[in-house]
């Protein structure tokens, strides 16, 4: 009786093991967001390769585009062509939909239309950064990188 009461322990430990890679291994699997574009008022919100973000590390997202310091803000988010949910990044918390330069904010990539909101101080090159390689929500933040 001992032996099969072993036995049977020895069973179900393995499968529940199996089991419990797999949803572990589900749980941490990482997405694609290679198709991602920075879209917004500059691209009349399509998806234009021009605006295309490349994998600069792993998980972590950018292109550049030159801007105008004139005083009006620039609406954007990082989405898909699609606008696919889970791939349609806006802010998340109101504090988060202003950014400013150097400023690290969060992302919602569940959103509708909660766009960023950048104001360039300077006329120049700016890079636009979405970090999806932390837990929890992606990080955004816009830098300088030309005048």
Do not use: H
Not at 34 to 51: C, M, N, Q
Not at 52 to 68: A, D, G, M, P
Not at 98 to 106: C, F, L, S, T
């Amino acid at each position: 009786m001992n032996k099969r009461r072993l036995a049977s322990l020895v069973v179900v430990s393995s499968f529940l093991s199996g089991c419990a890679t797999t949803a572990i291994e589900t749980f941490i699997q990482e997405k694609n967001y290679d198709g991602l574009y920075l879209r917004g008022v500059f691209s009349w919100w399509e998806a234009d390769e021009k605006y295309k973000l490349i994998e600069v590390s792993k998980q972590k997202y950018s292109t550049t585009i030159e801007l105008i310091a004139d005083g009006q803000p620039y609406d954007f988010k990082f989405a898909d062509a699609n606008w696919t949910p889970g791939y349609n990044c806006g802010f998340q918390d109101n504090e988060d939909q202003v950014i400013k330069v150097g400023k690290q904010v969060n992302a919602d990539c569940e959103t509708d239309d909660e766009n960023f909101r950048f104001t360039p101080t300077e006329t120049g090159t700016y890079e636009f950064v979405i970090d999806f390689s932390g837990f929890g929500s992606p990080s955004v933040v816009v830098n300088l990188i030309t005048i």
